[in-house]
């Protein structure tokens, strides 16, 4: 048996499942683009049938990718199946990833058929699709509370249809380890035709397990697997990259398996994820998290500065975490910001170029030292952005002891130059009401959070709002060296991306 582990990344599909983290095309290819830089083998961009939103993405992920697999999930019907062809048909190496639930529970409830009729819509869609593309992979729903007989039997016979990848999800996060890894060896064990598929498996978190159930499915025989950038996904997430792959990486010496991922684009890639989803990291994040790498005890840092490995396993560059150096100020060329982008690996074109020059130009006047987050942060808030509804012009506010807190904020709204004053229980809550009654908006804030992006009393700021309007769930980000500032352009980044989505969204999509 090959000791290489394939890596299927559903960041874009699963990972967008996530309450709030909804992606835009655009940020969908950055997203695409960044995780092929990262050389994962397959990127599942989406469910085509789900929306015309997904659909788009999918084709538009499966257009630019150059070696990276595609893949798109359609359900086991023939009316999903030849919608997901139609988006991926253009990709390099389209992969056609078709499931149904196994489980009694979904079986019954869920999908009201009969164990035969599942498996014969199994059989009929993995066919299907096979017609399209000999890279099929089917997933058994909810595997990890089904049957075992019923299903190796599902597995060998959609193996005999066709399929390439048979993927094992444990669905509801509700699988042990060695209970996980012992149902993968009786599959391997108990079908017979097990050696013409790649068994894969694809762990949700609910109980904080993912990781760990994946790699015990990795030790019974498991060679691809499927995760997402930070973990995110549908409620607790799905198992994360970095965490599988490090873990791969770091205890060889006892899995005995590799994968080929760039490491060192791990932490760019999760910076980006959680830029673009506005899902923060969690400090203490195995592998990207802020103090992943910090040593604050005396006795560590005394052994650190002896050895590293005392108390290192891996080392932060190896997951491409270095150590910011303050390159550009406001003296700074052209050339120099160039070459910053060059090495920070950002692609624009070069008008793009030009207007972030123009605004990293103004933030170098308000910031002694830009940092690499700086830059990264300037760029995803002001160039990567859609055409906007809503622009700030100027906000201006008072606030202190003994004073009420007020807000004067202008925006502009498709043209229009409108100002509105407001009073708050604070400078964040006037700039909000203001920002509220120029857009007319009745947005409901659902939760604020504000960050360090950089270090030292100049840092940027980072502002993230969740706000909820006639059931759409949105997340802005914001970014200045002024908090207020930096809310007022989340809240208002939250109001485009609202506007955006009210008018592309086609249709729920069908639940999983
Ligand atoms: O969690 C799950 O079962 C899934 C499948 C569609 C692969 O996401
Ligand atoms: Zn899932």
Redesign the pocket.
Known sequence: MSDRITIFD?TL??GE?SPGASMNLEEKIQVARQLEKLNVDVIEAGFPIASEGDFEAVRAVARVLKKTEVAG?CRASRKDIDRAWEALKEAKKPRI?T?I?TSDIHVKLKLQKTHDEVRDAAVNAVRHAAGYTPNVEF?A???ARSNVSYLCEVIEAVIEAGARTV?I????GYAIPDEFGALIATIMERVPNIHKAVVSV?C?NDLGLSVANSLAAVQAGARQV?CTINGI??RAG?ASLEEIVMGIRTRRDHLKVHTDIRTEEIYRSSRLVSSITGILVQQNKAVVGANAFAHEAGIHQDGMLKEKTTYEIMTPESVGIKESTLVLGKHSGRHAFKKRLEELRIELGDEEVERAFVAFKRLADKKKTVYDEDIEALIAEEILRLPDRYRLISVTFTSGTGVVPSATVEMEVDGKTITRAEFGDGPVDAVFKAIKKISKSKAKLLRFTVSAITGGADAMGGVTVRIKDNGHTIIGQGTSPDIVVASARAFINALNKLHYRKGTAVGEKPS?
């Open positions: 559903t599909r699963d499942q999930l990833h499931f639930a997933s729903e909810d595997a993927n999800p444990d669905t509801v694809h949700h499927e996904g549908e799905n999983l």
